[in-house]
């Protein structure tokens, strides 16, 4: 019941009138100005004996050869056999107009059999992008941020993925994205949540204030140009910070593993009519012990199981009236009048929807 309680709670105040606004920035997205993934393949070093079994990956081999060639040690003929290295895949994220110099995070993971990265070093590995251009390059301390712990026995504590980590602030930005915003004259927004009620509010309001200067070109693009002698820039700095409010469909969410839903404003119902009853089949097993007689020759003792079916079915619950028209709060008020649980609700509101008395698209994670 505490979950009906606190979605009760949310409900009531999402139906109530608020006009709640949010910025233009908020849920846009700006065409240009976005993050570039960045991946790698480097060499994790310096592991108490958690690396990888270099018999089981020969790339870890590979690599560690080729490496050692490059610092002028031959060592194709020998027989390697350390335990104290991993090969391992990096990944990072480029954030927009990132200049050379700046420090991003880097993520590290084990690609071979590495049991453990915690205390290594990542050696200098390229970061490449999208069109196979290095853009930044990663080394450092890898952080796990785990614990892994074993007995003689067999016995392991494990908390945390070891096999993973972060190196913060642990790839330089070598190269910049072509980028440049200072010299375009038109930008193009980009809705998170597209709809033509939202674009349509979007470009009223910017035109509200700088006319002439937006147009809705479909429910995901709002086209901006800046006025005449005004830096795009100082420009996009003002849109960005108008409040709009968004619209949505009406929709209801369910989590059918977790047991959660979640309902919008828009949502409604049609007349209809709902009772929900539950049944409850109990079987329980009493074990009773078979003893054959004092002098009897044949016959052992026996344990037989004995049952006890019982059936309830809850009654006395009537039917619940919802009326055209019925807002959120309405609704979960009223399902949560007939005491319904959560995994009951789920399948009240889709049986309501299948009747055509739920106005709304149900979407089930």
Do not use: C
Request: hydrophobic share 45%; proline share 5%; glycine share 10%.
């Amino acid at each position: 019941m505490r979950l009906f309680s606190a979605l009760f709670l949310v409900a009531s105040l999402v139906a109530a009138p608020a006009f709640a606004k949010s910025r233009i920035k908020d849920i846009v997205e700006f065409e240009g100005v976005r993050e570039n993934q960045l991946v790698g393949y480097g060499i994790v070093v310096g592991l108490n004996g958690t690396g990888d079994a270099l018999r089981n990956a020969p790339f870890t081999k590979q690599t560690l050869e080729a490496m050692m060639e490059r610092l002028g040690v031959n060592v194709r003929d020998a027989n390697l056999n350390t335990k104290n290295v991993a090969a391992v895949m990096v990944t990072a994220k480029l954030p927009p107009f990132a200049a050379p110099g700046s420090q991003i995070d880097a993520t590290v993971s084990a690609l071979g059999d590495a049991k453990s990265l915690l205390g290594g070093t990542l050696l200098v590995t390229p970061l490449l992008g999208a069109d196979g251009q290095a853009y930044a390059a990663a080394q450092g301390t890898v952080q796990t941020g785990s614990i892994s712990a074993g007995g003689a026995s067999g016995s392991t504590v494990l908390k945390g993925v070891p096999t993973a980590g972060r190196i913060a602030g642990g790839a330089i930005v070598e190269r910049e994205i072509g980028f440049q915003l200072a010299r375009m004259d038109q930008m193009r927004l980009t809705l998170r949540n597209p709809d033509f009620t939202t674009a349509r509010r979007i470009a009223d309001v910017i035109n509200s204030n700088f006319p002439g200067s937006a147009i809705a070109e479909n429910p995901t693009i709002v086209a901006l140009r800046a006025p005449p002698g005004t830096n795009l820039i100082s420009f996009m700095a003002q849109v960005e910070n108008l409040s709009v409010e968004p619209d949505s469909p009406a929709k209801v969410v369910i989590d059918e593993v977790a047991g959660v839903i979640v309902m919008g404003d828009a949502v409604r119902v049609s007349t209809v009519a709902i009772q929900q009853g539950n049944l409850t089949i109990t079987v329980r097993e009493q074990p009773a012990v078979s003893q054959p007689g004092a002098f009897a020759r044949v016959g052992e003792t026996a344990v037989i199981p004995q049952s006890d079916v019982t059936v309830e079915e809850e009654k006395g619950k009537q039917f619940l009236t919802v009326k055209t028209g019925t807002s959120l709060s309405t609704l979960v008020a009223g399902l949560n009048a007939l005491g319904v649980t959560p995994r009951d609700m789920i399948s009240i509101l889709q049986t309501i929807k299948a009747a055509g008395a739920l106005q709304a698209e149900i979407e089930v994670m």
